[in-house]
């Protein structure tokens, strides 16, 4: 009777257990992370007997979780990836409706200041439409710095949830070491196979929670129940029982950021670069990335808008006759320049470095930011890394002379002084703070420069049909040494006016008019240059670094002495070396010319002509005077480069019929060969550069033959020969070499050119064309434009910058906003999709969680009944072996 009781009994207990299991099951049906649990129900060991083996009841051999471990683990990842989603959507977001909104966007600003323009281009005198040009300037500098200010706030922002979240990651932290203590205290003090399962029901939602905030691994100590945790590439957050702690610090690359350092053992790691996902993660991935690039895309619109409206805005001339400063403020402004380098906090003393950084070519800048970093092994070796792509840009070694310049990607960086150590780091952002600097300059209606300070008229008198250009202005400072050019150097003048006058049909000259009764040449001279009849000719060079070379060596100076043919001009032979460096690589190559002895100026500049980079023009100037005749019966007899000049009776031989006499013979008119005369000399001009040949023959006859400096006001003579009868001589030429920026030469002697050529700038900051027929004596006057107030041109200019292709060199002003727009939108859509995708994923495996290990009623319901009846029929069995007791005890009364 013992054996049923107890076999009763046991199933009495067992069953209550079950009963309590499954009533704390339906109890915790709404208790985050709860795992429903199960008796596990075994037999206990049966009995031998001689009839066999009888069974001594059940017991309950463990209360388990229904959990599974790949789930759980799944549930955490889709946890993360879900937040780190939201989280970029929800900054996004905010951005994109930022950019988009006619109320904050850039868009509706900008289109209102360049209508504008046009409307002040339209009508330049009027007052009224200066003044709305100036409030729209106001209002579009005004819509870039609240734009600036507003994504500022979304950092600030973004800030303050990293703060927020990575103090709720350390109270999750410290809560799971609690709970790691708690699991191995039960897990030692416990049954064996004893789990406590309400402690790593609650470890588990600890984890869960805290994958919200950050991804993280997890990885299960066996020996006592415990987990270690892991953020980013293996940094432990939690090992065992002792947790350590995420802090908020200052990047050390740029104090506006908030980064995340973890400290343990009271050593701090900066953890930020490796953290992804969850709330984190999301957060600085965004502000990172889009955020960061954003701003500099919009800082980049605004200097480039800056750049080269100033650069326009400067080569106008205002309703004071004054050339225009800076419309907007100077986007290399020392203050400026300075800021656009951080100092990495981290870098060791003495903090004595200067560094700036200067926009060089808008069109080249990109929207990264940059790193400059001493990585040795000498302290003055240096790379510059590109942070966007993580490529090197830039290595080299650090001179010791300071200023150092390091030109890259349209910025240039000085180093003006300071000592520099291995281990330094410095963050470039070249334009990270662009939509923040713009400012407005011009305050004053009157100072809206909308006209071209320069303007061309044509003379009168001209009887050609050639039209000269309302001209296009370049530049009024020199884009090498960003000081005044020669042309400008007078406030309200041209210095010098200039004088367009036609020598001959096809080849004119530009002289300085300061005196228009007697225009002089030019210095740098720009003689005898070939006109293109019927085609567009452009006066002046549009390269700032184009010079001009005049043959200025000791052989020019000097006449040959006269004699019996042949005549040669007296040239010594020469070498010239010139040195051409490539725009783009910087290399340096060389090519020798040889010129040979006496060779006319034509053929040299022909063969010069040939080196790439370099045009020559030669032409030859003599003057004829002092014409002598002995009377006797035979005239004076003149031979002009084999040519006899006769002159028809009754005129006398007078310099003046001897230049009438040259210029109307056919064949000196093929060699282009021109002369004028004073009343007392002739001057002959070789407009192609050929050698000017002079013969006496008369008897007893002379002329004086005199070479003239082509480059000095008046033609002062250099060298003066007496041609008798029977003699001849030749005057050699001259010749102007104007070469591109690169490009330069030397000589082995002092013949036609000097050892080393002092070469001059050639740039003058304009252009004009010249187009159609013109005719021998046609004039042009260029000067400067003023009280020329509906003059238009430099407003035309400046409004036409809104279509041009200025943004990186491939896209407008407003295409480059509309694109960061695109950008922007484009990636809320894709974190829209993206949450939405990682919501679903989440929901899934959260009912696969539930599936597995959530309370199910109906299931509960069956168990409870199951178990009840269970309970009660193991009763009967208690009350049936009492009752048999009974029966035993009554069959011995």
């Known amino acids: 009777m013992a054996d049923l009781i107890n076999i009763g009994v046991s199933g009495l207990k067992t069953h209550q257990v079950a009963l309590s299991v499954t009533g704390n099951n339906v109890a915790n049906i709404n208790t985050p992370g709860y795992s429903r649990q199960e008796a596990i129900i075994v037999d206990k060991p049966a009995l031998q007997t001689g009839g066999g083996y009888v069974g001594q009841g059940s017991t309950v051999d463990a209360i388990r979780r229904i959990t599974s471990s790949y789930i759980t683990e799944q549930l955490r990842t889709d946890t993360s990836i879900y937040q780190e989603r939201e989280a970029v959507l929800e900054q996004a977001s905010v951005i994109d409706n930022l950019l988009a909104s006619t109320s904050t966007g850039l868009t509706p600003s900008m289109s209102r200041f360049f209508e504008a323009l046009s409307g002040a281009a339209e009508d330049p005198t009027s007052i009224p439409q200066r003044q709305l040009l100036l409030t729209q300037t106001e209002g579009l500098v005004a819509r870039f710095q609240s734009l600036s200010e507003r994504l500022e706030s979304v950092i600030s922002g973004i800030n303050q949830q990293i703060e927020a979240d990575t103090s709720s990651v350390n109270a999750l932290a410290k809560g799971l070491a609690e709970a790691n203590s708690a699991i191995a205290l039960a897990s030692s003090t416990g049954g064996a196979g004893q789990q406590p399962n309400q402690l790593l029901d609650e470890r588990d939602e600890l984890l869960r929670e805290l994958s919200e905030y950050v991804s993280l691994q997890v990885v299960e100590n066996t020996s006592n129940g415990t987990v270690n945790v892991y953020l980013g590439k293996g940094q432990p957050l939690v090992l065992g029982t002792e947790a350590s702690e995420l802090r908020a610090v200052r990047n050390p690359e740029d104090g506006r950021l908030i980064d995340v350092a973890l400290v343990?053992?009271?050593?701090?790691?900066?953890?930020?670069?490796?953290?992804?996902?969850?709330?984190?993660?999301g957060a600085?991935?965004?502000?990172?990335?889009?955020?960061?690039?954003?701003?500099?895309?919009?800082?980049?619109?605004?200097?480039?808008?800056?750049?080269?409206?100033?650069?326009?805005?400067?080569v106008g001339m205002d309703l004071e006759n004054n050339l225009g400063g800076l419309y907007f403020s100077d986007i290399n402004d020392p203050e400026v320049a300075r800021s656009r380098v951080i100092s990495n906090s981290l870098n060791q003393p003495p903090y004595d470095q200067s560094l700036s950084v200067t926009i060089t070519d808008v069109a080249q800048l990109t929207t990264d930011n940059y790193e400059l970093r001493f990585e040795g092994p000498a302290d003055s070796d240096y790379i510059i890394v590109n942070k966007g792509t993580d490529e090197t840009v830039y290595k080299s070694t650090l001179s010791n002379v300071f200023p150092s310049r390091v030109t890259i990607d349209g910025f240039q960086l000085t180093f003006d002084g300071g000592t520099y150590k291995v281990g330094d780091k410095f963050s470039i952002l070249p334009t990270q703070s662009g939509a923040i600097d713009i400012k407005q300059e011009v305050d004053r209606v009157e100072e809206i420069a909308l006209a071209a300070p320069v303007r061309a008229r044509s003379s009168l008198g001209n009887i050609g049909s050639a039209q000269i250009s309302l001209g296009e202005m370049l530049d009024v400072n020199s884009p090498i040494t960003n000081q005044p050019l020669p042309a400008f150097e007078v406030d309200g003048e041209l210095t010098p006016p200039l004088l367009v006058r036609f020598i001959t049909d096809d080849y004119y000259e530009v002289l300085d008019n300061s005196?228009?009764?007697?225009?002089?040449?030019?210095?740098?001279?720009?003689?005898?240059?070939?006109?293109?009849?019927?085609?567009?000719?452009?006066?002046?060079?549009?390269?700032?670094?184009?010079?001009?070379?005049?043959?200025?060596?000791?052989?020019?100076?000097?006449?040959p002495a006269p004699g019996a043919g042949p005549y040669t001009n007296g040239y010594g032979a020469q070498t010239l070396s010139f040195q051409i460096r490539d725009a783009e690589?910087?290399?340096?190559?060389?090519?020798?010319?040889?010129?040979?002895?006496?060779?006319?100026?034509?053929?040299?500049?022909?063969?010069?002509?040939?080196?790439?980079?370099?045009?020559?023009?030669?032409?030859?100037m003599a003057r004829l005077s002092n014409f002598t005749d002995d009377g006797d019966p035979t005239p004076l007899g003149l031979v002009i480069n084999g040519e006899t000049i006769t002159v028809n009776p009754p005129a006398l031989y007078e310099p003046v019929e001897v230049a009438k006499a040259i210029n109307d013979n056919a064949a000196l008119q093929g060699l282009s060969i021109v002369a004028v005369s004073d009343g007392t000399s002739v001057d002959l001009r070789a407009l192609t550069g050929e050698d000017i040949v002079v013969e006496v023959t008369g008897v007893g006859d002379s002329v004086d033959v005199s070479r003239v400096d082509p480059y000095t006001p008046g033609a002062p003579v250099l060298a003066t020969q007496t041609v008798n009868a029977g003699?001849?001589?030749?005057?050699?030429?001259?010749?102007?070499?104007?070469?591109?920026?690169g490009v330069s030469f030397t000589s082995n002697v002092s013949t036609l050119f000097e050892l080393a050529p002092t070469s001059q700038s050639t740039y003058r900051g304009f252009t004009f064309d010249i187009q159609g027929q013109a005719r021998k004596g046609d004039e042009f006057n260029i000067e400067?434009?003023?009280?020329?107030?509906?003059?238009?041109?430099?407003?035309?200019?400046?409004?036409?910058?809104?279509?041009?292709?200025?943004?990186?060199?491939?896209?407008?002003?407003?295409?480059?906003?509309?694109?960061?727009?695109?950008?922007?939108?484009?990636?809320?859509?894709?974190?829209?999709?993206?949450?939405e995708s990682a919501q679903a994923l989440l929901i899934q495996t959260n009912n696969m969680r539930d599936s597995i290990s959530a309370v199910?009623?109906?299931?509960?319901?069956?168990?409870?009944?199951?178990?009840?009846?269970?309970?009660?029929?193991?009763a009967q069995v208690v009350s049936v072996a009492r009752d048999l007791f009974d029966t035993l005890l009554g069959a011995f009364r």
């Open 264 to 281: 343990s053992s009271g050593i701090e790691q900066n953890i930020t670069d490796s953290l992804t996902g969850g709330s984190i993660g």
């Open 284 to 314: 600085l991935s965004f502000r990172d990335g889009d955020l960061s690039s954003t701003i500099n895309a919009i800082g980049r619109i605004a200097i480039t808008l800056a750049d080269t409206m100033n650069k326009q805005h400067e």
């Open 515 to 559: 005196n228009p009764a007697d225009p002089q040449p030019l210095s740098p001279p720009i003689n005898n240059q070939f006109f293109s009849q019927g085609l567009s000719n452009t006066l002046f060079t549009s390269d700032p670094g184009a010079t001009l070379v005049t043959a200025s060596g000791a052989d020019t100076l000097t006449l």
């Open 585 to 620: 690589t910087g290399i340096v190559t060389s090519q020798s010319l040889n010129i040979a002895a006496n060779a006319s100026a034509k053929d040299a500049a022909s063969d010069i002509t040939s080196i790439e980079g370099v045009e020559a023009t030669a032409y030859t």
């Open 727 to 741: 003699q001849g001589i030749a005057v050699g030429g001259a010749i102007d070499v104007r070469m591109v920026d």
């Open 784 to 835: 400067y434009n003023t009280d020329g107030v509906s003059d238009n041109r430099n407003a035309l200019a400046m409004s036409s910058l809104e279509f041009e292709n200025l943004v990186q060199g491939s896209v407008s002003y407003g295409e480059s906003y509309s694109q960061v727009v695109e950008k922007i939108g484009t990636v809320t859509n894709r974190a829209r999709l993206e949450s």
């Open 856 to 874: 199910n009623l109906d299931e509960e319901a069956g168990k409870l009944v199951q178990f009840q009846a269970a309970y009660n029929a193991s």
